[in-house]
């Protein structure tokens, strides 16, 4: 006897649903993360370069402006520090500490949904099977044990569908998140980078 996914899905019952619905919303987290990370990204080299030259010429409207036009983490610390360089250091670290924290924000923003995601499907998997497999062997103790073994093993795969599709939407979330925390990793450690760099640029440019 041959079976379609669709007749495979619909023997898993309630649970299976709940699994893809589950899957539909991580896919649409996963697709809403890639554009903010993407939009993220940005030549940081060439953009500190840009800033340096700017400042270093005495033009801070110009490096401001250029800034704020720009998109991305790095141009909103760049931004704050630069809008802050009246202040003391500590002022002007301060200020960007704070910009940088809301980018981190942005950036981290529903990857822990991703993860929940990632750990639940699994173990509602694991719940379907449980309760497949007690109504498997509620149906033996109500014919008195008098099942025929055909019976018996399609009860039991059918009680395994919800435990397999957990399993394939948990791993694969998994990876997408790890995939994420990573991109996210990167972008974090240039801000520490390019924040160090705009101090110390700031700093050469108070000293007389």
């Avoid at 019952?13 to 903010?36: M, P, Q, T």
């Avoid at 497999?133 to 055909?150: C, H, R």
């Amino acid at each position: 006897m041959k079976f379609t996914l669709l007749d495979i899905l619909l023997k898993g019952g309630i649970i299976v649903w709940l699994i893809l619905l589950l899957s539909i919303i991580g896919l649409a987290l996963v697709f809403e993360r890639l554009i903010v990370l993407r939009r993220a990204r940005t030549n940081t080299r060439i953009f500190m370069l840009e800033i340096k030259n700017i400042v270093l010429k005495g033009n801070f409207e110009e490096a401001l402006r250029r800034a704020k036009e720009s998109t991305g983490p790095i141009a909103a610390i760049v931004y704050a520090g630069l809008k802050s360089f009246g202040g003391t250091r500590e002022e002007i670290r301060n200020s960007i500490i704070d910009a940088a924290d809301v980018e981190i924000y942005r950036l981290e923003k529903n990857l822990d949904a991703l993860a929940t995601i990632s750990s639940t499907a699994p173990l509602l998997g694991f719940l379907g099977t449980v309760t497949g497999m007690i109504k498997a062997f509620m149906k033996i103790q109500a014919l008195g044990g008098a099942v025929d073994a055909s019976v018996l093993a399609g009860g039991i795969w059918e009680a395994l569908i919800t435990t397999a599709v957990g399993l394939t939407v948990g791993i694969i979330f998994y990876f997408l998140y790890n995939y994420m925390v990573g991109k996210v990793r990167e972008i974090v450690f240039e801000m520490q980078n390019s924040s160090i760099e705009l101090l110390d640029l700031l700093n050469e440019v108070r000293q007389p």
